[in-house]
């Protein structure tokens, strides 16, 4: 990670949040990707901060929807600066085995909080942007100390050696396991395009919290159906990776960069467009799959899909009714 030293200006504030913001953005996936690539209640620790005995998998899902929001604060400051967020990311990796993405997720924080923590501000400069970097750095420093407690307890419970799932050769033939693949990619897309929205307009505060509001829901389901994935004898899929010889896969670009929609009105009609093509998704799987726990779910899924796309089309249909809205 690049080391920025100082700021004193508009320039070199926008340079500090856009090279923070690669990170949180790509942390709040690959801490996701990592918890749902390792067993659920297989290895738990003793958390240094909450003191209680926590599920790592479950810390580690939680860690990155934390990072999520830091992601979210840095990118309604660069609006408000004049600039438009990147959804460019740090790398995103997951490696064979449990322990060195736990070892990866450790260091990444450090390094953050590093970039947090070295650079200095002019004298009187940017008070506000200062307060929101330490406030932030103090969640990474939380975040370093339960990795490296659940780091420990894998070695102490002799994992050290597991590897992360993999799908199954059933699994891979399944044409409802690959519709949800999709899906699951359908939601990572479609939440981030939410926080797009939700930023570019956040003068507007009842269109950005309703826009935030959906992509909170979509986070979830995409969490949801990673989870869903593991049951069905697959794993959460990196977009856009290369695997090395030793099993190592790499992604810089795990989601779309940029998002249409510069106006409100353009936004609004890519969002009801994007809504309608994942209800499509999820009828075209339901219809597929037989009674039972996974359908119902996702037919919940769909139900708050439908929910969405009511709003947007109001959303849509009263900006179109306003005169002199851009």
């Known amino acids: 990670m690049e080391k920025i030293t100082q700021v004193t200006n508009p320039k070199e504030a926008r340079h500090l949040l856009e090279t923070a913001l690669r990170h949180e953005w790509a942390v709040s996936f690959e801490y996701i990707v990592h918890a749902y690539s ?44 004049g600039g438009r967020p990147s959804f460019k990311t740090d ?60 780091v420990e307890a894998v070695e102490r419970e002799g994992g050290a050696e597991e590897l992360c799932f993999r799908e199954g050769p059933d699994a891979a033939c399944r044409e409802d396991v690959q519709r949800l693949h999709e899906i699951t990619r359908l939601e990572n897309e479609i939440m981030h395009r939410y926080l797009s929205c939700a930023m570019l307009f956040s003068d507007h505060q009842d269109l950005t919290f309703r826009l935030f509001k959906n992509s909170l829901n979509h986070m979830r389901h995409w969490d949801k159906n990673a989870g869903l994935l593991v049951e069905l004898g697959s794993v959460i899929q990196i977009e856009n990776a290369s695997t090395d010889a030793t099993g190592r896969e790499v992604s810089v670009h795990p989601m779309p960069v940029v998002y249409p929609g510069e106006s409100r009105l353009s936004a609004l009609q890519q969002l009801v467009g994007e809504e309608q093509k994942i209800i499509a998704a999820y009828e075209e799987l339901i219809v597929r799959l037989p009674a039972g726990g996974v359908k119902d779910r996702l037919a919940f899924q769909l139900a708050v899909k439908r929910e969405h796309l009511y709003t947007q089309e109001s959303l849509l249909a009263n900006a179109q009714g306003v005169d002199g809205l851009r």
């Open 38 to 81: 390792m067993p659920k209640m297989r290895f738990c620790y003793e958390d240094p901060v909450m003191k209680y005995r926590t599920d790592a998998r479950a810390q580690a899902i939680q860690i990155g929807i934390d990072e999520m929001y830091h992601a979210y604060q840095l990118g309604l400051i660069i609006t408000r600066m």
């Open 91 to 150: 790398e995103v990796v997951r490696y064979p085995r449990i322990i060195d993405n736990l070892r990866r997720d450790k260091k990444t924080e450090e390094e953050v909080t590093d970039l947090y923590l070295s650079v200095t501000f002019g004298p009187g400069k940017y008070p506000e942007l200062r307060n929101m970097i330490l406030n932030i750095a103090s969640d990474e420093k939380r975040h370093i100390r339960q990795f490296a407690a659940a």
